[in-house]
């Protein structure tokens, strides 16, 4: 049981919370502390969209329907759409900031 317990606290302080950092040249993802991250470089997008996800598809790191997805909280997301058709989406409890953010920049 404590075993559980244990793998629970650190799964649960490695995904505690996702921040997202733009820049002109690229875009970092980071949970908690930064031991799990992603760079994308910004040239590999084609295009930025406001999505909804289902809540079945969960927290953390996901595989979906639409390819992967980052999130903590919440349904609201952002869909990047890569060069080669591929997607991600980055779960954000504020899309609209982050959907000006990615436009912007």
């Known amino acids: 049981?404590?075993?559980v317990i244990l793998i629970g606290l650190i799964v649960g302080t490695l995904f505690w919370g996702l921040t997202v950092e733009v820049n002109k040249d690229i875009?970092?993802?980071?949970?908690?502390?930064g031991i799990i991250?992603?760079?994308i470089p910004r040239e590999r997008i084609a295009?930025?969209?406001q999505v909804r996800n289902r809540w079945w598809w969960g927290f953390g790191i996901?595989?979906?329907p639409h390819d992967w997805m980052w999130n903590i909280s919440g349904l609201d997301a952002i869909e990047l759409t890569y060069r080669d058709?591929?997607?991600f989406r980055i779960g954000t409890d504020e899309?609209?900031?982050l959907l000006e953010a990615l436009k912007v920049v």
């Open 1 to 3: 049981a404590w075993i």
């Open 27 to 33: 875009i970092r993802l980071a949970f908690s502390f």
């Open 37 to 39: 991250h992603r760079s």
């Open 47 to 49: 295009t930025v969209t």
């Open 62 to 64: 996901r595989l979906t």
């Open 85 to 87: 058709g591929k997607k």
């Open 95 to 97: 899309p609209e900031a």
